[in-house]
Structures are given as structure tokens and as C-alpha cells.
């Protein structure tokens, strides 16, 4: 299983709701990531967790918080987004101690109403 | 920091044609990994290739080759027998291995592809 799942596809909200994405992989990696990313533009690194820690934060605002329950899911909380924030999330998983690739899942389009 | 530089923005290629898409870096590292991704417009992002810095030999996947310049620091793909499936935004990235960096992707721009029939 070579899979990230990332539950919801789509997400609308708005400025004053709370909402959670969720990413899931069962490949065994200890490595998970969030990534920001715009039309047409790179994506942006978000938050690494490595073994479960916060590894990387990139300075990402408070209104987004990461959690990482166990080696398997990542989840990030959602909270008075600004219209700015619409934009794919993408999800990704590696391993750690080797040097592999990231896998990515297929993205949660959120739109900040 | 490193840098990743993709000078063209747009590509385009016949149906069965080869084309070549460039990349650049920068880094003072000596050890690092090298990813050709693939985003079509289902913005899934799709591993390509891989290279690793220790290696000389240029990586391959079927119709997919890197030509692996360790000293200038370049790093160009070559999609052969081009097909209307190849069409996508390619992105190339630099893996760091050292520090406080390790495991970050460094991502270029990306390059547009389009696929004539």
C-alpha cells in the first residue's frame, strides 16, 4: 500500500468556523508534512513531524494547528481562516532515517468564505 | 538556504516527441537527493524520478530519464515518446540531508507542459 488518503476532498468555510483535515498513510513512514500550495505556484511546507514531533514549523500562523494522534494520521485544525488561506492542502508522508521520497495525497481544496 | 531554479515556465511537445525540461540548483551540501514531481491537473502530486547525489549513473523510469550534472549543478528531465497523459506541471525538488533542513523539499517553480496530438 503505496496510499495517503486526505479526507475531506473539498471543504468550505467560513471566517468563523472550525474545521479539521485529516490525512491518513499505512506504508510505515514516521515522516508526515503539510503543504500549502496556490494555483499554478509550488507548494508551500507548512509543518513536518517526524516520529510523531513537531519537527518543522514554518512560522505558519495560530490559526492553524497541526496534531499528529499517532505514526498514521496527521490532522490539521482549522480555525477563523481568512479568504488568503483558500488554496490545496496537501498532505505527504516518508520515511525518516532514509533518504526516500515523499508520497502525497490527493489534496483538500478548502475555500475560506 | 538551497534554491531550485526551473527557467521555463512553459514547455510544449508533439504527441511521440522527446522534450527536455530543465533544472538548476544551488547548494554547498554534498549529500542530497534530487525529484522530478508531476502535478496534472488533478493537483495530485506524482513522483517521477529520483537521483541520488553519490551516484553518477543518470536515474531512468521507462520513457523518463535525468541528466545528472553533479558539478553544475543541473539536474534536466527527458520524457520520451511523449503522450497526451504526460501533460502536467512538472516541479523539480532538492531533498537536504544535513541539519536543521533534513527532509525539507526545496521545490522549483514548475514547468507547464502541454502534449500536441
Known amino acids: 500500500d503505496t496510499e495517503v488518503t486526505q479526507t475531506p476532498k473539498h471543504l468550505v468555510m467560513g471566517m468563523t468556523n472550525k474545521k479539521s483535515l485529516k490525512c491518513e498513510q499505512h506504508?510505515?513512514?514516521?515522516?508526515m508534512y503539510w503543504y500549502k500550495q496556490k494555483a499554478k505556484k509550488p507548494p508551500e511546507l507548512m509543518f513536518v513531524y517526524s516520529y510523531e514531533k513537531l519537527s518543522i514549523n514554518e512560522s505558519v500562523p495560530s490559526r492553524f494547528s497541526p496534531e499528529c494522534p499517532n505514526s498514521s494520521l496527521l490532522n490539521l485544525h482549522l480555525h477563523a481562516l481568512q479568504p488568503e488561506d483558500s488554496a490545496l492542502y496537501l498532505c505527504?508522508?516518508?520515511?525518516?532515517?532514509?533518504?526516500?521520497?515523499?508520497?502525497f495525497g490527493p489534496g483538500t481544496r478548502l475555500t475560506v468564505t | 538556504a538551497q534554491t531550485v531554479t526551473q527557467s521555463q515556465p512553459e514547455m510544449s511537445v508533439q504527441e511521440a516527441e522527446t522534450v527536455t525540461l530543465s533544472c538548476t540548483y544551488d547548494t554547498s551540501e554534498s549529500d542530497y537527493y534530487l525529484f522530478w514531481y508531476k502535478q496534472p491537473p488533478s493537483r495530485q502530486m506524482i513522483l517521477v524520478i529520483r537521483?541520488?547525489?553519490?551516484?553518477?549513473q543518470n536515474a531512468t523510469e521507462n520513457r523518463f530519464s535525468v541528466n545528472f550534472q553533479k558539478a553544475a549543478k543541473s539536474f534536466s528531465l527527458k520524457i520520451s515518446d511523449s503522450q497526451l497523459g504526460d501533460a502536467a506541471m512538472y516541479f523539480c525538488?532538492?531533498?537536504?540531508?544535513?541539519?536543521?533542513?533534513?527532509?525539507?523539499?526545496?521545490f522549483g517553480r514548475g514547468t507547464q507542459l502541454t502534449v500536441w496530438p
Open positions: 525538488a532538492y531533498r537536504s540531508e544535513g541539519g536543521s533542513t533534513l527532509g525539507r523539499l526545496y
Open positions: 537521483q541520488e547525489a553519490y551516484k553518477q
Open positions: 505527504a508522508s516518508s520515511h525518516w532515517d532514509t533518504s526516500y521520497e515523499q508520497y
Open positions: 506504508m510505515g513512514h514516521r515522516a
